[in-house]
């Protein structure tokens, strides 16, 4: 059974470049959508972006400007670079999985907490 | 973009009871929902796909109906399990939104 597992430090200063890690075991990398998705401290959930390829990755307009996101498939690893963060980048970062017949969140991490501050 | 708003935003009900929660679209999504359901401190789980598709694994007292803008998540028979947050996404387009989300408290 698939799992992921995302990893990454859990202070980041303001204007600093967050940087996540979500690791797949038990199945593969490849022919998925993978997601970013997080949630600040007793609020909703926030869709950061998708990548599917190099050539297919679609990101929160509100967010385009500061996100990478990029694959490793011989580390089976998804990644995630959010650049100059600030206080209001503070909250659980989820990496899902979602097949492309259907699109949908299917496999989620637990979640990684990242706090921004000096 | 498109803006989902979830009704109602909180929501008490007992075991037993027959409960919908709705989502609509600020315009047509198709059948490009999904729902979901968060407990404290957990991950999201997928519900329903494509509207009206049950994930494999959820019982069969949940269901989605709805097409176009307006969707409805029903449980037929609320059970204690399925206290939580409820979510509404839709993936119509190349910028995928989440509804704000409906907190189910059981009595």
């Known amino acids: 059974q698939v799992q992921l597992q995302e990893s990454g430090p859990g202070l980041v200063k303001p204007s600093e470049t967050l940087s996540l890690t979500c690791t797949v075991s038990?199945?593969?990398?490849?022919?998925?959508?993978w997601n970013w998705i997080r949630q600040p401290a007793g609020k909703g959930l926030e869709w950061i972006g998708r990548?599917?390829?190099?050539?297919?990755?679609n990101y929160n307009p509100s967010l385009k400007s500061r996100v990478t996101m990029s694959v490793d498939t011989s580390k089976n690893q998804f990644s995630l670079k959010l650049s100059s963060v600030t206080a209001a980048d503070t909250a659980v970062y989820y990496c899902?999985?979602?097949?492309?017949?259907?699109?949908?969140?299917?496999?989620w991490g637990r979640g990684t907490p990242v706090t921004v501050s000096s | 973009d498109i803006q989902m708003t979830q009704s109602p935003s909180t929501l008490s009900a007992s075991v037993g009871d027959r409960v919908t929660i709705t989502c609509r679209a600020s315009?047509?999504?198709?059948?490009?929902l999904a729902w979901y359901q968060q407990k404290p401190g957990k991950a999201p789980k997928l519900l329903i796909y494509?509207?009206?598709n049950l994930e494999s694994g959820v019982p069969s007292r949940f269901s989605g109906s709805g097409s176009g803008t307006e969707f409805t998540l029903t449980i037929s028979s609320l059970q204690p399990d399925d206290f939580g947050t409820y979510y509404c996404?839709?993936?119509?387009?190349?910028?995928?939104?989440f509804g704000q989300g409906t907190k189910l408290e059981i009595k």
């Open positions: 899902a999985r979602a097949p492309r017949s259907t699109a949908a969140l299917a496999v």
């Open positions: 038990g199945g593969s990398i490849s022919s998925y959508y």
């Open positions: 990548f599917y390829s190099t050539y297919s990755t």
């Open positions: 315009q047509s999504i198709s059948s490009w």
């Open positions: 494509k509207a009206s």
């Open positions: 996404q839709q993936y119509n387009n190349d910028w995928d939104t």
